[in-house]
């Protein structure tokens, strides 16, 4: 196999030399956005492998060294131009950011410019650069411009935070770049602030319209979508590509070394898909390639297009032709593997190009099937609650929904369900924690809770739509929802058998202690529905010097206020997650505001919430006004660490078998 590779790569340099020799004409094949043009004079600096020539198609059969042992061909390469990144996500990133790399080990302009000539000889067409944030690094317009150079390479692609991008966009298209992806995860500016730690929206929004005056088409915008923070903004997304010419690419959230593989942070392409088809029913499917990641969709009449990248809930390592080289010159054949091979030291310790392909050969041909997390998510189980979740009519109570996953989950493992004793759970006896958060990942869905979700209590009779953030030009930022209340009148329900009972009378014994003193959680199906609020404050007192710098904002991290306002309404969303016999409530209205009390050096937070249902919302008002007070000290601790935290109280409630309060 090795000597008929060589062969191969042989007949096609030869068949190039011939081309060049009865004087071939010039060109280069545009798959996608604007024209490629002559490269700049700056990137004349390095030295160049040819004439810039693309070819109409390659001399020679797809070279054996990237065909991997199930026959699929890399012709993508992906390489890392830096670690390095002027963003902190926070799913990406800590805030801290990360240790990095010696600069000396990195790879060289020069050595990246040798390794693409390499692969592209081998049969690779498209060479996409990233980071880290690869706009950040001095010369990235120069190995744009030499990349242009390479004979038989089809498309430059650049993925970028988009802060750098309208400055040095009209520069990177005369070297040759010719798509642009751009990674946006909301459109709303304090969000953005509150995901990425940093500023900037606004840049990344000008490097949007910048590209496409300059004629990219489509601009792809890629936006990471995870429950409780961004799920919202799905239609806001769509409307986007109403009047431009972007492909908005929804990615289902994914594990990194850094962000631990969480199920319920991820929304699946098919949940995402149903919530648009909601508003636009008339969404038409778009044909794909067959080494597409994305499954492309377009509103009719709408400029551009959404896409749904399904890394998770339906992989797409079948048909994977990517490989990545990372900023100090490892080769990885697959994004989520461990398995690396250092080109970097076999290039400085003076490898041949034959030698080197042998190197690449060797790694691709280890690659596996599919990746860890594609192997767990495609079992049937798996992909029946990632494709198939409840429905809004049957987000709440799902009774029958857990018994029939409970019953399958039995049949399956042959193992039948034990209640533990300490929690009243039902349990299957699996050898690891791991085992059982997977098993119970059916059951899992039902207990899911977001800012944007259709849900309806099967035992009420109102159903609640999706939640929507709002910024007010004064700075403060609530949610509403979009509720549809048909009958919020008083009712006394029993869900267990479907008929009208008493309410029972206020009792003086903890209500989540059973009679032998263990922990449980409150069965509200009894309960009246009813309009419920809460209202509850924390005040932060921050000293002189930091009270100063909130109130010029001047933190380094950001602007305090709105991202603690942010922080707030995330936390009232996310309660039962955080506190354990918390029920899950389909929240109607969260406010957040935040004031400066100048007497006391200090900040005054406020935060009420609404819903129609069975219980109260004091702990969401109370979560939200804590996760505020907490994100105004993670914000001012840089400055002083002699800030106090106190008054978190309700100060008034309304609704419930126990009457209305409120704090004098």
């Known amino acids: 196999m090795a000597a008929a590779a060589v062969a191969a790569w042989g007949r096609r340099g030869a068949a190039a030399l011939l081309r060049r020799t009865l004087g071939a004409p010039p060109g280069r094949a545009c798959t996608s956005g604007a024209p490629l043009r002559a490269p700049s004079a700056a990137a004349q600096e390095l030295p160049s492998s040819g004439k810039g020539h693309f070819l109409p198609e390659r001399a020679a059969p797809f070279s054996p060294f990237l065909t991997d042992s199930f026959g699929r061909q890399h012709n993508y390469l992906r390489i890392s131009l830096t670690e390095k990144c002027n963003l902190r996500c ?50 990235v317009v120069d190995i744009v411009g030499q990349l242009y150079k390479l004979e038989g390479l089809k498309t430059i692609a650049v993925t970028t935070n988009g802060i750098n991008l309208a400055r040095l ?82 990615i289902e959230y994914m594990p990194f070394d850094g962000n631990k593989w969480n199920f319920k942070k991820m929304v699946s392409y098919k949940e995402m898909l149903d919530t648009i088809k909601q508003r636009w029913p008339e969404l038409e499917k778009l044909p794909c390639e067959a080494s597409s990641t994305a499954k492309s969709y377009k509103v009719p009449h709408f400029q551009g297009q959404i896409s749904f990248i399904t890394s998770m809930s339906e992989h797409f390592c079948g048909s994977c032709n990517r490989l990545r080289i990372t900023a100090d010159g490892n080769l990885k054949v697959c994004l989520f593997g461990n398995s690396e091979v250092s080109l970097r030291d076999h290039l400085r310790s003076g490898a041949s190009e034959e030698e080197l392909v042998q190197v690449i050969g060797a790694a691709v041909g280890r690659k596996k099937k599919q990746h860890a997390e594609a192997t767990l998510m495609s079992s049937p189980l798996h992909q029946d609650a990632l494709q198939n979740p409840p429905s809004s009519k049957q987000w709440g109570h799902t009774v029958s929904h857990r018994l029939t996953l409970r019953a399958r989950l039995s049949k399956q493992t042959g193992k039948t369900f034990k209640k533990n004793k300490l929690t009243g759970q039902l349990i299957l006896p699996v050898s690891h924690p791991e085992q059982q958060q997977h098993m119970m990942t059916g059951i899992l869905q039902t207990q899911r809770r977001g800012s944007c979700v259709c849900r309806k209590d099967l035992s009420s009779s109102f159903d609640t739509k999706c939640l929507k953030i709002e910024t007010s030009p004064v700075g403060q930022v609530s949610v509403d929802s979009c509720s549809n209340e048909t009958s919020p009148g008083y009712e006394f329900f029993s869900r267990d058998s479907g008929s009208c009972t008493k309410v029972p009378h206020a009792s003086d014994s903890l209500t989540h202690a059973d009679e032998e003193g263990r922990a449980t959680m409150v069965d509200v199906g009894g309960k009246l529905v009813s309009r419920r609020t809460a209202v509850a404050g924390a005040v932060v007192h921050l000293g002189e010097k930091a009270f100063g710098m909130v109130r010029q904002n001047q933190m380094k991290k950001g602007d305090v206020l709105a991202v603690a306002q942010i922080a707030g309404i995330q936390g009232a969303k996310l309660t039962s997650q955080l506190i354990p016999l918390c029920h899950n409530i389909p929240l109607n209205h969260v406010e957040v505001s935040l004031s400066l009390d100048e007497a006391r050096h200090a900040v005054v937070i406020r935060s009420s919430c609404q819903t129609w249902g069975r219980t109260g919302v004091e702990m969401e008002a109370l979560t939200a006004a804590s996760l505020a007070a907490l994100t105004v000290y993670d914000m001012c601790k840089a400055v002083t660490h002699d800030i106090v935290i106190e008054e978190v109280k309700l100060l008034s409630k309304t609704g419930g078998q126990r009457g209305d309060f409120s704090r004098v």
């Open 90 to 139: 926070q799913y990406c990133m800590p805030e801290e950011g990360v240790q990095l790399t010696p600069k000396s080990e990195l790879l060289t302009a020069q050595e990246i410019i040798t390794l693409a000539r390499l692969f592209v000889k081998e049969g690779v067409e498209k060479i996409r650069l990233t980071g880290g944030e690869p706009l950040i690094r001095p010369d």
């Open 169 to 250: 966009l009209p520069r990177l298209k005369e070297a040759g770049l010719n798509a642009i992806n751009i990674s946006l995860d909301t459109l709303v500016p304090a969000k953005f602030e509150f995901i990425v730690r940093r500023r900037g929206f606004h840049k990344v929004m000008e490097g949007i319209h910048k590209a496409t005056e300059l004629g990219y088409h489509p601009v792809k915008v890629n936006c990471v979508v995870m429950r409780g923070f961004n799920e919202d903004e799905l239609l806001g997304f769509v409307n986007f590509t109403k009047d431009l010419p972007l492909d908005v690419r929804f």
